[in-house]
């Protein structure tokens, strides 16, 4: 007998013997893909539940700690603390004249909101990738300081103090001792506007 002749029937004695029962094992699969999907949304509702606790906890604590160590007291306490008394709206353009402006993307229209508690909205041109979120402020008298820029344009450099006045809708700040030039630069190259 010739050999592809023992083949086909050897092979055809295998598959006589073997019977699927595909709507069974296809059940079986479909029950197995649900359970695996609903194991891994659970596990997903679980990671975002747990990530909203730790927020709801966490950036409280950190925005206080930010807070406390990032701005320390002045030795001597001025007469006016509250930083409702320029708090407001303000807008300016920053002309790209100087070379801290040009090299971190400064110049455009910038928008700060000084809130009565303590915390400074910022936004930037376009042109500025840079970190501006958790910016905080501090009035004593007539100084000003904020940690502005500390993530990134101004990292590791001290945060120093400003003199800020008001005449009418114009917020202006003058450098005091500040090294952080685009700091400097976005704060004291015009004066503040204020708006709405």
Do not use: K
């Not at 695996?36 to 950190?62: C, D, E, H, K, Y």
């Not at 928008?111 to 303590?118: F, S």
């Not at 006045?165 to 004066?191: I, K, M």
């Amino acid at each position: 007998m010739p050999l592809d002749r023992r083949l086909r029937e050897g092979v055809g004695r295998l598959t006589s013997q073997v019977d699927p029962d595909v709507d069974r094992n296809l059940d079986r699969t479909f029950r197995r893909a649900r359970r695996t999907i609903a194991v891994r949304r659970a596990g997903a509702a679980v990671a975002v539940g747990a990530s909203i606790a730790i927020a709801i906890v966490v950036v409280p604590r950190a925005i206080d700690a930010l807070r406390s160590e990032q701005l320390p007291s002045p030795a001597a306490s001025p007469t006016i603390t509250n930083p409702a008394v320029i708090a407001g709206t303000y807008e300016t353009v920053i002309p790209n004249d100087q070379p801290a402006v040009r090299r971190n993307g400064l110049a455009g229209r910038w928008t700060i909101r000084l809130g009565t508690n303590g915390i400074m909205t910022v936004s930037a041109p376009g042109s500025f990738t840079g970190v501006l979120s958790g910016t905080l402020f501090r009035i004593q008298g007539d100084h000003f300081r904020t940690n502005l820029f500390i993530q990134d344009v101004c990292s590791n450099l001290p945060i120093d103090s400003y003199r800020w006045a008001r005449s009418g809708n114009e917020l202006t700040f003058t450098r005091l001792n500040d090294p952080c030039e685009g700091r400097v630069a976005v704060l004291t190259s015009a004066p503040w506007t204020r708006v709405g």
